[in-house]
């Protein structure tokens, strides 16, 4: 059967004027220009909704203040107050002796001193009606690194309460995401159900949940932990069930004829395949689940959140200024890490 | 002995893939499958193991009638070999051979991972029977080359000692070398245990030396049945000449039938 080669034909070139029956059209047209200027129109207008106007004239008078143009910008001094009263961050915490009526002099804890200070007040002397200088003296308890521990350990508990929030998230999404998977569920109402309530819980902020939370079990981090864990139980149930319907069939087709089973086929056909997807999920959820634990610790829900609020409430802009460092270093900390630990198990 | 009694099977978008196919394999023979794209060896292939349901008839493995009601403990006794080999890629080479053995392992011990030491210790004993090392154990199958992989896929297929093997097409992406290796492999493999071959090819000169058997099937018929001495070129002409219109590769095959005639 040896085959004979066909005599080359050149390529045919029209001859010029003719109509071809293939034509390629350019890849834009007056359809596209119009779908372009009506989006154009309508983000014009809700960017004026917005105020995205306002945005511009505020920020470009902020920056011609601070490049001498300008004398007076609304934005420029808000910034430049705030600022001033972040600086310097909080590092010692100082409690006036009088408020710790339990405190052991001989016993202080050990990385705390007493300072004494004193103060010159003038006060009217009533019977004679002068101005006198009284020497006012007030002890203090200082711990110089004090604020510094404070903040670590709260930062601890948010970092406990983003894993504790994590492994709730894993535990729950992974028989969501069983009972999602089109080709798995054992069930069309399994399947109906379990997808309906990954919606739900995807559906539902972290914040708000948190916010119910807090009501339900008080303030602390137990409302953290499981606002986190549902909400991204959502999240990863979704992504999970994705992963097992769009698997590679060819490793399951070969368990399958072998009569293996769906949960084993499962266990070895897909599962070995989706594997490296799932830790990127869980890494990312991880990651996002820091950030999130310090921002319900806003609504009360446990960790360095709580903190901050009470600061902020406060007026006490240096120690946030402490916090919001500690947060930059942790979240640059857990990128680097997270990167590292991807690297290694991709 | 695997019997196909009249089977058809028209697939849900209407594509008649099989026409009243009978046939009667008995145990032990290397039956090939000839026929050009699209002629449906592979699924007739798959009727065998269940995963496609003849729509007409029926096939019957040693006198049991494949249904959903016997297919779980047929399919034990049918191994397949895939073209695409058709392993878990990130999986190891050990984790892929033992996973032939699932239908009869306690689920424990499944998602464990956990198999018997006799069970360990046989998927070793194949892997050295289909020519692989020790070192290649724990390397992930992903990694291997095509025939390496091809190797692992029938020792997989070889765990649960079966008694009917079917090779879909197993050496279409390796070398000529390589494939007369492994259709080697797979003839001896079973003939070692009294095994029957069902496997489809696509390649004349493979069909000839191996089979004791050749079906040509074309367009979902079977048009030739015999020994590979009674194929012979005018039966080979009619089995590849170009498909009518339905051709589903297209027309650049057109050019290449006259060719064969020559
Ligand atoms: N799942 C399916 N759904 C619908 N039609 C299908 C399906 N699988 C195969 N077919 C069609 O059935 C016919 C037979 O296909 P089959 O895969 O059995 O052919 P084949 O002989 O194995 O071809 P090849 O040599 O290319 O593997 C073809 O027309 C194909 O398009
Ligand atoms: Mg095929």
Redesign the pocket.
């Known amino acids: 059967m040896a085959s004979q080669a066909a005599p080359a034909k050149p390529i045919p070139t029209p001859p010029a004027g003719s109509r071809l029956a293939w034509q390629l059209d350019p890849p834009f047209g007056t359809r596209h220009l119009l779908v372009v200027l009506a989006a154009l129109a309508v983000l014009l207008w809700t960017g004026h909704r917005v105020e995205m106007d306002r945005m511009v004239v505020l920020s470009a008078q902020a920056i011609a203040k601070w490049i001498g143009l300008a004398d007076e910008s609304q934005v420029a001094h808000g910034i430049e107050r705030v600022a001033k009263s972040m600086w310097p961050p909080a590092i010692e915490e100082k409690v006036e002796v009088a408020r710790l009526p339990e405190l052991d002099r001989n016993n202080l804890p050990w990385d705390a001193r007493l300072e004494t200070q004193q103060r010159i007040e003038k006060r009217m002397n009533l019977q004679t009606l002068q101005l006198e200088e009284t020497v006012e003296r007030t002890e203090y308890l200082v711990r110089p690194w004090g604020y510094v521990f404070t903040v670590a350990l709260k930062m601890l508990e948010t970092l406990e309460i983003a894993l504790w929030g994590t492994l709730l998230s894993v535990l729950l999404s992974a028989p969501l995401a069983y009972l999602a998977a089109r080709n798995y569920t054992p069930h069309r109402a399994a399947y109906l159900l379990s997808r309906g309530v990954i919606s739900l819980l995807r559906s539902a902020p972290e914040l708000i949940v948190a916010l119910f939370f807090v009501l339900a079990y008080g303030f602390g981090p137990i409302a953290g932990v499981l606002a986190l864990g549902l909400h991204a139980a959502g999240f990863l149930g979704k992504f999970y069930a994705e992963d097992i319907e769009n698997a590679d069939t060819k490793p399951q087709e070969a368990l399958e004829a072998i009569g293996a089973g769906k949960l084993r086929t499962l266990w070895y056909g897909v599962m070995p395949q989706v594997m490296p997807q799932y830790i990127a999920y869980t890494l990312y959820i991880l990651d996002r689940n820091v950030r999130m634990a310090t921002v319900v610790g806003l609504v009360g829900a446990g960790g360095i959140g709580q903190e901050l609020k009470g600061r902020f409430d406060m007026f006490q802009y240096d120690h946030v200024a402490t916090i919001l460092a500690a947060i930059f270093v942790v979240v640059f900390l857990l990128d680097q890490f997270s990167a590292r630990l991807r690297a290694r198990l991709l | 002995m695997i019997e196909f009694d009249h089977v058809s099977l028209r ?3 209407g ?1 008649q ?1 099989l026409h009243d196919v009978a046939l009667r394999v008995p145990r032990g023979q290397f039956c090939v499958l000839l ?10 292939l798959r009727t065998v193991n269940g995963l496609a349901k003849p729509t007409q008839g029926s096939v019957r493995i040693d006198g049991i009638v494949m249904s959903p009601a016997t297919a779980a403990k047929l399919r034990r006794r049918v191994a397949t070999v895939h073209q695409h080999f058709n392993l878990s890629p990130r999986m190891s080479v050990a984790g892929n051979v033992l996973s032939g053995l699932l239908p009869a392992v306690s689920t424990t011990r499944a998602l464990l991972g956990w198999f018997e030491p006799r069970h360990r210790a046989k998927a070793c004993a194949l892997l050295e029977r289909v020519g692989l090392e020790p070192v290649h154990l724990r390397r992930r199958a992903g990694e291997l080359s095509g025939g390496q992989q091809q190797r692992v896929g029938i020792a997989r297929a070889f765990m649960l000692d079966p008694e009917v093997v079917l090779a ?2 197993p050496v279409a992406s390796l070398d000529p070398r390589i494939a007369h290796d492994i259709l080697s492999l797979i003839r001896d493999a079973a003939r070692e245990r009294g095994a029957t071959v069902i496997c ?1 090819l ?1 390649q004349l000169e493979l069909a000839r030396h191996f089979a004791d058997r050749i079906v040509g ?1 074309r367009a ?1 018929k079977v048009v030739f049945d015999g020994a590979p001495d009674a194929l012979d070129n005018a039966h080979v002409q009619a089995l590849y000449e170009a498909a009518p219109a339905s051709g ?1 590769d297209g027309s650049p095959q057109l050019g290449a039938v006259p060719a064969l005639a020559a």
């Open positions: 697939y849900a978008d594509t893939a026929g050009p794209s699209g002629a449906g060896k592979s699924t007739l879909d097409e489809s696509h099937m979902g589903h």
